[in-house]
């Protein structure tokens, strides 16, 4: 039998009632430095380390369980659905395959109950390619409740290196490891990657929090990239030897301790600079990660009063981030509204992967 794709959700069914809603939210992230040196084979040669913190903004998902052995995923972001029993052999065709592949890998896991069919309902507060490590959050949202539906109790480290091997084996979608670890930790962590990945999770006060909640600001592009060729194109200058590459993806990975130095002291001005430092460096790894509107985004917001900015996912779209002054920081806010950037603020979380029992 195969599965049916539809661009409509499927007819409404009774859920079976003897089972509950399950629902489970993964936060994004922002990149502060050492995106790259997680992507192989550079950990595995060198070893990698990023500095990253989660925010307010989320994956969501939720399950219904069914009792008729169907089982339909709906994307509430792009607006279609696909449907196919639970049996089935899945065919990764394009459409909503992060949550079928996650299917497919879950209920051959070892320990997994029989599923009986759900329904699984999927948003996410930023779009794909936005730079904040979305596509992974989705991953772990749906791998948190998948896994408690098959009666499966994964750790944070067993959810985050699922969610690699989903992306990165069984989809081939080139990347590095620091999203998905973020999304099922939360919090602010130094990321280490070699044989073995190691999160450190880091206190910082609270003072720290508020200082950079009240300094910073999300400026959105409108274009959401495809990172696929920049970090295609990062690899193959790694390979060759590109000295200029191999000097970026280096200082990336000392930034990144120096970063963490600064956060956990409560260095915020700091901690500003070293975001300019690192964005510097991120440049040499890929001529495709810099744009002309990311350029003009990033000088304009640093001749008015930002300390540092720099664009938070692989490059060539998506989001920047930047620390102003605070007394700047609206100046700086509408001159990349002037631009046609979307501008925001944000608060970070704490939080990683949640579930929990939901309304029916």
């Known amino acids: 039998m195969t599965q049916q794709s539809h661009l409509v959700s499927p007819e409404p069914v009774t859920a079976d009632v003897r089972r509950p809603v399950l629902r489970a939210r993964a936060p994004l992230r922002i990149s502060f430095a050492g995106g790259g040196t997680d992507v192989a084979p550079f950990p595995e040669r060198e070893g990698g380390a990023v500095l990253s913190a989660t925010i307010s903004a989320y994956s969501y998902c939720t399950l219904r369980p ?3 052995g169907q089982v339909t995923i709906k994307s509430l972001d792009y607006g279609y659905s696909v449907g196919f029993n639970v049996e089935d052999d899945l065919e ?9 592949a996650t299917i497919a890998r879950l209920r051959q896991y070892p320990g997994a109950q029989a599923a009986t069919g759900f329904d ?5 507060n930023a779009p794909p390619g936005s730079g904040l490590g979305s596509s992974s959050a989705v991953m772990v949202a749906v791998i948190g409740v998948v896994a408690q539906h098959l009666g499966l109790d994964l750790t944070e480290y ?19 490891a620091q999203d998905q670890y973020a999304a099922s930790f939360g919090g602010f962590n130094y990321i280490e990657f070699a044989d073995q990945v190691v999160v450190n999770p880091l206190r910082i006060r609270d003072a720290t929090i508020h200082e950079l909640e009240h ?6 592009t409108g274009n959401t ?14 390979e060759r030897g590109e000295e200029t590459a191999l000097e970026g993806l280096r200082a990336q990975k000392e930034l ?20 300019g430092q690192a964005w510097d460096e991120k440049r040499k ?17 640093l001749s008015l009063g930002a300390l540092g900015g720099k664009v938070t996912g692989a490059g060539g779209g998506g989001h920047l981030v930047f620390i102003c002054e605070f007394e700047r920081r609206h100046v700086v806010a509408e001159e990349l509204t002037r631009m046609g950037l979307g501008v925001s603020e944000f608060t970070f979380s704490r939080e990683g992967l949640v579930t929990w029992r939901g309304q029916s």
Request: glycine share 6%; aromatic share 4%.
């Open 256 to 275: 990144a301790a120096e970063m963490k130095l600064a956060l956990v002291r409560g260095e915020v001005d700091t901690l500003g600079r070293l975001l």
């Open 225 to 238: 990239r495809v990172s696929d060729h920049i970090i295609d194109d990062q690899v193959s200058r790694y």
């Open 215 to 220: 300094n910073m600001l999300l400026a959105y």
């Open 158 to 176: 067993e959810v985050a290196e699922l969610a690699y091997r989903l992306e990165r084996e069984d989809l081939q979608i080139p990347g590095g």
């Open 66 to 68: 069914r009792s008729d």
């Open 120 to 124: 699984l309902f999927i948003h996410t």
């Open 285 to 301: 790894m890929s001529d495709r990660i810099a744009t002309p509107l990311i350029d003009e985004a990033i000088t304009k917001a």
């Open 92 to 100: 990764l065709d394009g459409q909503l395959d992060l949550p079928k």
